[in-house]
């Protein structure tokens, strides 16, 4: 079934960007000639002044370092905002769709521009700098779009926090890399349900005292406190503040923001995005993956808390001049008719989501979606985690009716935008395949050994050269930049991922390498979970692994060993999974947990993750070499408890 090769469209050959003659002839040059091809392509944004200097990157340890167009200036939201209003300003720049289906808001790049430098102005009258941190944790409102887009009006990096974290995860992220502003709102509201995000703000400031300034966007107007000298409502200060702001001169390397991910080890990783190449680049992609034109309505459902939602929501779109949907709510509230409900009411042409959605409507029944016309929609698309053929297929017959073209992104966090997908016009699919690369993008599979693997084959995957959207450090930790993504194969960018190529050439994602889960398209890491686990006064050691999961495509499975005394009970297990909620987030809480006697460890001491995946996926034929275990006798006892808990 995933061998099924759907045949681009001829009209979609004819009418796109690009097909697929234009496809190889733009990636052989690319590729043979990196800096010709982005001199050219990196004057998509306007410049305040011209680059005369590409690309300047070295992957060495010594001295590790990506610079892009770097003697060049500009501002990403003049990009995004500005340029388009003598032209387009009566157009529509964001659809605004909220949680209940009666509430919705369009606004022009005209109206855009107002909101953005007035959010500009009430930055400054807070003290907010060029080069000074804000947080943002915020719902899915335009405030928040305004709110970024005016951090980068005036030079200032924010660091935006999806809204489904805890206060104790809010308050990491505002300390590490010392945030001294935070914009929030009174509350969010997803699937009729408030969430309490000035209250969260409230309990993580008792842990950051240097947090100087607190604007809060009045939204759902839930009762509040307000603390004096430290928090002020967006609405008061901005009815005094000037409605003009000019934008700051940025140079292509300066900072633009700071979006935290998990890792394997230690604590979420602040990835530091810059200006110039990361604007160039998302809207690149966003133009040609997308097929996007003038005219087109544009829906990434994502929250602006991912970097999906920066790039594809937000600066790719708006660099473009595109009309972006925002939507505050979720797919299955009031009914699993309402994303198409949605396509329908404000006449989508593009929608990109992600594959547990598409599993969870899929659930669902065809009927909820049957009832719908989606006779806009144009092209769908797919990102987050790798898409089983039954959901693409689903997909492309249900939602698409056969019509649209699918395209499954691969990307990350760390590259700023797409770097694996079809572009749809030129590439013929393959249900579950991102298929080739985009243009600039070599992908190298290699061995464990670090040796490069050729033809059909499956290996680590990493990216031979730099591309602009790429990461640039990690914010104060230049160290761990090397360390986690130069280290392992010499001279490549390297994943995360494992990847098979096919006989076509055709890149197959097979899912992280590493001790990083995706549950639902959120990473998280193994590490993370565990140290919130053994925080807790009752447990003694734990090992998190992931399991398949028919909608989150992993599951989070526990292993937990309680202190001497402890008792296990249910109870004990339902306060466990309360517990990392409020630690993390619910998109932590654990699904399965295991009471664990012991962990099975080699001889130094190491937690064999091996055997646990192989317990949890409720697989005990393929264990393997037990031997060098300190107690072969736990795993005995590991299987025994696994096959209690069903
Ligand atoms: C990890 C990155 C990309 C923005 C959202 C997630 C997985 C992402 C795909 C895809 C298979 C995918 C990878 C990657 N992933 N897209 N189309 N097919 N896997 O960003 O949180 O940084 O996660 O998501 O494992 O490494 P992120």
Partial sequence: MSDQLIKVPADWAKSAYVDDAKYTEMYEQSIKDPVGFWAEHGKRVDWIKPYTKVKDVSY??????????????????????????????????????????????????????????????????????????????????????????????????????????????????????????????DEGVRGGRPIPLKENTDDALDSCPDVESVIVVEHTGGAVTMKEGRDVWYHEVAGRVDHECPCEEMNAEDPLFILYTSGSTGKPKGVLHTTGGYLVYASMTHQYVFDYKPGDIYWCTADVGWVTGHSYILYGPLANG????????????????????????????????????????????????????????????????????????????????????????????????????????????????????FFGVEPVLVDNDGHPLHGATSGNLCIADSWPGQMRTVYGDHKRFFETYFSQFKGKYFSGDGCRRDEDGYYWITGRVDDVLNVSGHRMGTAEIESALVAHEKVAEAAVVGYPHDIKGQGIYAYVTLKQGQDPSDDLKKELVQWVRKEIGPIASPDLLQWAPGLPKTRSGKIMRRILRKIAEDDFS?????????????????????????
């Fill in 60 to 185: 060495n340890q010594r001295d590790l370092h990506i610079r892009w167009f770097e003697d060049g200036t500009l501002n990403a939201c003049y990009n995004c905002v500005d340029r388009h209003v003598k032209d387009k300003g009566d157009e529509v720049a964001i659809i605004w769709e909220g949680d209940d289906p009666s509430v919705d808001q369009t606004i022009t790049y005209t109206q855009l521009h107002h909101h953005v430098q007035r959010f500009a102005n009430v930055l400054k009258d807070q003290g907010v700098k060029k080069g000074d941190r804000v947080t943002i944790y915020m719902p899915m409102i335009p405030e928040a779009a305004y709110a970024m887009l005016a951090c980068a009006r005036i030079g200032a990096v924010h660091s935006v926090v999806f809204g489904g974290f805890s206060p104790d995860a809010l308050a990491g992220r505002i300390q590490d890399c010392d945030s001294r502003f935070v914009i929030t709102s």
């Fill in 322 to 437: 595109a009309t972006t949907l925002m939507f505050e709510g979720v797919p299955t509230y009031p009914d699993s008719s309402r994303c198409w409900q949605v396509c329908d009411k404000h006449n989508v042409n593009i929608f990109y989501t992600a594959p547990t959605a598409i599993r969870a409507l899929m659930r669902e029944g065809d009927e909820p979606v049957k009832k719908t016309s989606r006779k806009s929609l144009r092209l769908l698309g797919s990102v987050g985690e790798p898409i089983n053929p039954e959901a693409w297929l689903w997909y492309h017959k249900v939602v698409g009716d056969e019509r649209c073209p699918i395209v499954d992104t691969w990307w990350q966090t760390e590259t700023g935008g797409i770097l694996i997908s079809p572009l749809p016009g030129a590439t013929d699919l393959k249900p579950g395949s991102a298929t080739r690369p």
């Fill in 622 to 646: 393929n264990l393997g070499d037990t031997s060098t275990l300190a107690d072969p006798g736990v795993v005995d006892d590991l299987i025994d408890n696994r096959q209690n808990l069903g």
